[in-house]
């Protein structure tokens, strides 16, 4: 193999990386030698504390070691308490990609998904008290005073249809308001014609949008 150019400083290597871009990269063997040359990065070719055989950086630890280092602190930091100034970036940011948030939950995996909602159920008892009191109490204000006995049994069935669904194929599936109870140009009312039973994505996707539905006649 013909001698590096760097002399008794270098190291040739090849990473998948350097594999990918067709090249073989050169890394000092030490870490004083990669201070005399003015590298960012060294190999020496040992496993290190932990047993990587990878980069070490000449200002830092191994490479690997520090990609654990950060998924652990990032897995503490999750756990910490949001300051107001998180939350109201985070804000911002659902504000400016509303979209592009909600392309990524629906994509995430639906085991995942129910394990995190039952996670977050069990951890925030009271505020799920509080959303199931506040859904109730919209059902109410929408429900006009005409809606007869017969009609609210209506309504009750398409419930039990939608938990049945959920139960026989292992999809959610809720009951929907066509027209939203709080959309944004128009609002709708929690009567058997405005609603219907869909699955929990589609429901997702749709939001509170005023969405076209193929007629039926």
Not at 100 to 122: D, I
Not at 161 to 180: E, M
Request: proline share 5%; glycine share 4%.
């Amino acid at each position: 193999m013909e001698r590096p150019p760097c002399g008794a400083f270098s190291f040739v290597i090849s990473f998948p990386v350097s594999k990918l871009m067709g090249v073989k990269m050169e890394y000092p063997k030490t870490r004083s030698e990669a201070k005399a040359t003015g590298a960012t990065h060294y190999f020496t070719g040992l496993p290190c504390v932990r047993g990587h055989i990878a980069l070490r950086k000449t200002k830092g630890a191994c490479v690997e070691c520090t990609k654990e280092d950060w998924v652990t602190d990032n897995e503490r930091r999750k756990q910490l308490p949001k300051s107001e100034a998180a939350k109201e970036a985070g804000r911002r940011y659902y504000a400016k990609n509303k979209e592009l948030v909600k392309a990524k939950a629906l994509a995430r995996p639906k085991e995942t998904v129910r394990q995190y909602q039952a996670k977050w159920s069990k951890e925030n008892v009271d505020s799920v008290r509080i959303n199931t009191s506040n859904r109730k109490r919209r059902h109410r204000m929408a429900t006009p005073k005409w809606v007869t006995d017969a009609q609210k049994r209506q309504m009750k069935q398409l419930y039990l249809l939608a938990r049945k669904l959920t139960q026989t194929t292992g999809v959610r599936y809720v009951v929907d308001h066509i027209i939203p109870l709080r959309g944004e140009n128009c609002c709708g009312l929690h009567v058997p014609w405005n609603l219907q039973v869909i699955t929990q994505d589609e429901n997702l996707r749709k939001s509170n949008k005023l969405v076209d539905t193929p007629s039926t006649t």
